[in-house]
């Protein structure tokens, strides 16, 4: 029976063929363990030099790193593995020799790793976290058409762009002048007033020169945008989205958690409600903390929100920001149009702001009038304003960032490590 | 009770309110109709004169198109409609009025259209494009799922591409050259030797100078690639994927395909095994036809493609095409190398190819030659070839493409209808 590691549980006490990579290995005189990888997991083949041919053994003794082959053997619970079973292998096929695999099971540099990243995904680390940003993927699709949301896909080449045209890519689109989308929300609002509730989830492109371990030149983000939501409608969608994810990563990713070392009893706490403080109690707890210089008006980083987040055990929400630190398209609040009425959720543990988001200005006049307040070019934003002019509504939304979200959820330090082929500063290739 | 118009089903002989928008009003004396949607549907506001306040029948006769309201009503079963519901109105309350919509229940020019794509998505058959549309994403998604597949989002900046460098979007990278995918094959073969099974579903680019039915300049593509899958596996895979997103549209979208006027039972008949002619075959098909130009060795256009469907009532897959026509990492026929293991997907009723795939070249030296025959650098396909150098397996993979697919289901003429903001020659705004 052909089959796959993932796939083995169902035929124990059977003989089975799995095309497979040799991961690494250790024999003595008359055993060899190998370990085996098929993408789909990890198992050990036990190969017994009384059990098989000599030409079998000798193979099982002799197979280099990342060597492919075909492992028959028999399937067996093994209750010491994570895994749970192993092989008792009868027959070994090489398909095709690895000679001088370059990445071998001792310490390499980052560089070097990120140099050769098509070959270092085959780690059990990278593996491990492949799969559960896919898992982040899977559950994000999943709560989403659960709620009747439409996927909708905003164009990533536009001639213009939210925030001013600094930190874009820039592309010849034959005559005309083009660029990569940082953001497809503007589109998102305009079919959120076609179809109500809405999401994209696809590439976006920041072309900032920072070396951060949160920063990447090209990362992907999940928006929602909905009609008739208003601010607190909005929280509570996000605070309900992050938790499913979490626990869905918990419910599916057990294996990759352990692989990773993974403390999950942080993760377990992550469940709706999320606390909420203001940006002015969070200038004010960081005034207790010591950060004397940051006065109200200032914009966080990086320490700033580690400090606030160590005051918690779930991710935060910081609401109402200063007007003047957040862009031109978010609702003031009516009451204190000194602040707008959105919210940044920052994620425990110090993996910073997970999400952006607020309540849209609906209002065609107000929205005028902020676009000449940021020097934004009318006829650029025309069908965005248009929006306003025809059953405007009030309608909020969020932007979620795929990579630090799975960062944090792995736990690991870096975003480079949680997409396939991280684009850096400096780094495009693979 | 407030709730959407995709769930009044749930509260039939209750009173409902609906935060929505008006899409047509047809009045007499003493009765209203409102044609009201909210994203989730479309569903009928009746008025009637007697059973409202003298302000409330007023604003049902005087409302404008695209206003946005609050709807309260009494949800009844309704037989003679489509959707199975309307709404006895008991009030109703404007949130913001819409003056002189551009886009009127009268016939429209598709440039007038096209440039108000942002509000032309509210249109019922817009509307119903679009649902369709996210259940084709959705159901790709269960597919993959559902088989163990984990998704891989290749990146879109790269510093080199699979066929050259035509017909690619150019931008500054910092200090390197970069160009927009127009493909992330070369990177799920990575992942498929890293994972097994991967897919991808993300945005692609082509800065091609076409203006046909068929082509966008930016548009969505899926792209599986699995290890250990030779030619047939593939195809088998590619029937029962298209099969699936079919059905589960049959399925899941039953009043869209309806709003569309879809000839449902073509679709029904979309049932895996496919037809599949090989090129050579296809050759004679078309002299049979009166095609007498064509000539082994070349390639087929748009009108070949169709002549070729009129011959099937499923999609037929055209295999073996000549080594010549198709790119460089093509698996030729070991028994026969002037043909490779490739087959193109072509859809019924003229929506032309909608797949294209094959086995891939998992041998380092013939890899190795044919890029050098392709005249294409060693250097940037050096990570590319080392795939071979490292336990190379037999590997094969497709990519469909989203719109096409989409217009075939849908059964619309042109894919500029098919995403939500379609990127054509001279056509970038909104
Ligand atoms: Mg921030
Ligand atoms: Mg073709």
Known sequence: MKTTIAEVKNYVGQEVTIGAWLANKRSSGKIAFLQLRDGTGFIQGVVEKSKVTEEVFQIAKSITQETSLYVTGTVRVDERSPFGYELSVTNLQIIHEAVDYPITPKEHGVEFLMDHRHLWLRSRRQHAIMKIRNEVIRATYEFF??????KIDPPILTGSAPEGTTELFHTKYFDEDAYLSQSGQLYMEAAAMALGKVFSFGPTFR?????TRRHLIEFWMVEPEMAFYEFEDNLKLQEEYVSYIVQSVLKHCELELKRLERDTTKLELIQAPF??????EAIQLLHEKGFNDIQWGDDFGAPHETAIAESFDKPVFITHYPT???PFYMQPDPNRP???????????EGYGEIIGGSERIHDYELLKQRLEEHHLPLDAY????ELRQYGSVPHSGFGLGLERTVAW???VDHVRETIPFPRLLNRLYP
């Open 145 to 150: 058409n659960d709620r009747g949301f439409v």
């Open 207 to 211: 072309a900032e020169k920072s070396k």
């Open 275 to 280: 606390p909420r403080i203001t940006y002015d």
């Open 324 to 326: 003047s630190l957040k």
């Open 338 to 348: 000194k602040v707008v009425l959105c919210a940044d959720l920052i994620a425990p």
């Open 382 to 385: 025309k069908w965005y304003l």
């Open 409 to 411: 959820i792995c736990g």
